[in-house]
């Protein structure tokens, strides 16, 4: 693809220099260029008294600004020793970047720091922010970047997803077919949480939640010699800068503000409004807290990736299995929110792993044998699992991820389950209960994690606790009487819970 930076820029120089004195100069200049075969000039350029006037035009090897900031140095230190001259500053007058797209844009497309114009497959980004600091900072690759991928991402808006279908269960009667949560909320067992898509669970959905959680366990994750680690489950920006969560999520994201201070003298005024008003002072709250730098867990691998970062993990660690089931994840769904099953805080244990290419190879087939025996025989329902879009690339925002991502060794697997309450086993839409994927080095690589030698590879495989009670009620129904006796085991009885009158 063809680029081209057109560039133009004054440089103040502390005296007046000669033209002839700038033309060896450049020519110097120009001449360096072309014996290091970089496709970049200055094509013009004159001199008013202390106005040093050029024009940069570069191709894709180097950009005409790293060129110009370049230039600056090499003349600064010519016309220093030589004549006592100094170079004041830079003023870009005019930063153009021209390149072809692949496609046409299907709509407008903007870009932050620039005026965009679009003919066909052609860009002319024009650069609005030229200060060298800007410049300096190389921003304009990244809009370049940018550009392409939103124009790529409006290409791939509304297409179907990655989906493959690898095993299913034989079929099974479901017990009912009622909604779950819907019959919980009438038996008093659940209560609709306090605010949107949470909920809080009485006694008897306790235990059932309880008993899911002990069966992972149990059946899973102590079998496959996992070690319980616990985080935080507040996430600072920086982690999910690494991972990509920030720019790929920030709308399901529910943020987290420190107080400014404790000093209770800041808050007087906050106190005193409450105190009369017994209302939030909303704007005065707005002067007390800080603006969000974390926020609520939204997976909790980043965490277990951050707790690595930079450091070499012993070979007799490896693979190295750990889980968290402290942290608790919290996702703003806004439409769509239903039941337990799609909620805006839920409880995953996340197992995550870390090891040689061909030991994660195993342990997935090892994880997949363990969570047949689960589903299969203690919960006895039915379900399936595909191949699907890699949730690391979707978290990351990659909307242009088509049919050709997933299936193979790297790549994400869901665990779908049929909702007998959504409609029949054909046409009805199966839930996603658990996925399992491994990654590469993506992660491990974000977070400069090393092995004594060789390659590493990290992958998870979150076990979503609400999901595993919404399918397995959802099948199996409310009554014990009518459980398998795998799941018995782990709870016969429901407590009494609360009489409420
Ligand atoms: N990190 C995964 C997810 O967010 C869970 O393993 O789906
Ligand atoms: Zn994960």
């Known amino acids: 693809m063809g680029m081209k930076f057109h560039l133009s820029a004054t440089i103040k120089l502390s005296k007046p220099a000669s033209k002839e004195v700038i033309s060896k100069e450049i020519e110097n200049f120009n001449a360096q260029l072309t014996e290091k075969q970089v496709d970049a000039r200055i ?43 100094g170079v ?14 692949e496609k046409e844009p299907l709509q407008p497309v903007t870009i932050p720091f620039a005026d965009l114009e679009i003919d066909g497959k052609n ?22 970047k940018r550009v392409i991928e939103k124009v790529e991402n409006q290409y791939y808006e509304g297409k179907k997803e990655f989906w493959k279908l690898i095993w299913k269960s034989e079929e099974k009667e479901p017990v009912w077919n009622k909604d779950p949560t819907e019959e919980m909320l009438k038996r008093g067992w659940l209560v609709q949480g306090p605010t949107k898509g949470k909920w809080f669970y009485r006694p008897q959905a306790a235990a059932i939640f309880r ?12 079998p496959l010699g996992f070690q319980e680690v616990i985080e935080s489950h507040i996430v600072p920006f920086e982690i999910w800068l690494r991972t990509g969560h920030l720019e790929g999520m920030p709308g399901e994201i529910y943020y987290v503000c420190e107080p400014k201070t404790r000093d209770v003298k800041e808050w007087e005024r906050f ?3 409450v105190k009369i008003t017994r209302e939030v002072p909303e704007e005065e709250l707005k002067k007390t807290v800080s603006v969000p730098r974390a926020g609520i867990c939204y997976a909790q691998c980043p965490v277990i990736y951050w707790s ?23 996702r703003y769904e806004s439409g769509g929110r239903h039941g337990i099953e799609r909620v805006d805080e839920f409880h995953r244990i996340e197992p995550v792993y870390i090891g040689k290419p061909e030991q994660l190879i195993e342990l997935r087939k090892k994880l997949i044998e363990r969570y047949k025996h689960v589903f ?6 039915e379900w399936r699992m595909a191949w699907v879009t890699p949730w690391y690339l979707q978290q990351a925002g990659k909307t242009d991820v088509g049919e050709h991502y997933g299936e193979g060794v790297i790549g994400t697997i869901d665990f779908e389950a049929w909702l007998p309450y959504r409609g029949d086993r054909k046409n009805s839409k199966w839930l996603e209960f658990q996925n399992l994927s491994i990654l590469g080095d993506k992660y491990v690589k974000a977070f400069n994690i090393k092995a004594q030698k060789g390659e590493l590879w990290s992958g998870c495989t979150g076990i979503g606790l609400e999901r ?18 795998g799941f018995r085991k782990y709870l016969d009885k429901l407590p009494e819970g609360i009489k409420i009158l």
């Open 43 to 85: 094509e013009k350029w004159d001199v008013l008294e202390n106005n040093l006037n050029i024009e940069i035009v570069s191709g894709t090897k180097r950009r005409a600004h790293d060129i110009l900031l370049n230039f600056r140095n090499i003349l600064s230190k010519n016309l220093g020793k030589k004549y006592k001259i």
């Open 123 to 144: 860009v002319r980004m024009i650069l609005k922010d030229t200060s060298e600091e800007f410049l300096r900072k190389n921003y304009v690759d990244r809009m370049i």
């Open 271 to 273: 106190i005193d409004l």
């Open 211 to 222: 008993a899911m959680e002990r069966i992972a366990i149990e059946e899973i994750l102590k």
């Open 468 to 485: 595993w009670m919404a399918v397995f009620l959802a099948q199996k129904g409310l009554d014990p009487e009518n459980w398998p006796e």
């Open 308 to 330: 690595l970062r930079g450091r070499t993990i012993a070979d007799e660690s490896l693979p190295l299995l750990i889980f968290d089931r402290t942290a608790i994840s919290g």
């Open 376 to 381: 299969n025989d203690i919960f006895e329902i």
């Open 88 to 101: 004041r500053k830079i003023d870009v007058n005019f930063y153009e970047v021209t390149f072809s797209l």
